[in-house]
């Protein structure tokens, strides 16, 4: 009798040793279902199950290669650049397998006129959806937009600056 209380104490423990959150003294030991369907559950425990959402959503980890965002761009380029091709894979793969949908949102620097930024902006845009649409994103799934120079990150006249501003952002449906 005492070895299985003994026993139950170190399974209980070590099983409150792995939680990420903490355990209170007064509660019960409980096993948090970390799968995709706790984001529908709500109630009492609504915040453990956001906390559980966070950490199963890979567009929110900061570990992930899907929490990155944004493709930079050379000036006046609108060739997806080698170091941004994993990234785009990245989305391209999980759009493929979760039938979310995306807005890729073209951006620019302030040189040139407004409506050539709009225009390579959009450009920007395009050649994003298209790599991902190659890599096995539905072309459905991806809608693109312009914002030209309007959305800029840094408004300082110098090419650091500038290249911050050169860039097409992926926005997932319901994040805007």
Known sequence: MMKRIVLSSLLIAGLAACSSTPVKETEAVKVEDKSATS????GPDSK???QSTVAVNPLKDPGSILSKRNVFFDFDEYVVKDEFKPLVQAH???????GSKVTVLGNTDERGSR???LALGQRRADAV?????????????????????EKAKCA?????????????DLV???EQ
Do not use: F, P
Not at 39 to 42: C, G, P, Q, V, Y
Not at 92 to 98: C, E, H, I, S
């Open 48 to 50: 453990s199950v956001t």
């Open 92 to 98: 391209a793969k999980y759009l493929g397998q979760n």
């Open 39 to 42: 984001a529908t559950k709500s």
């Open 172 to 174: 997932y449906q319901g």
């Open 129 to 149: 959806k298209k790599a991902m649409t190659i890599l096995g994103a539905n072309d459905k799934q991806i809608e693109t937009v312009s914002y030209g120079e």
């Open 156 to 168: 300082q006249a110098e090419e650091s600056c500038w290249a911050q501003n050169r860039r097409a």
């Open 115 to 117: 409506e050539y930024n």
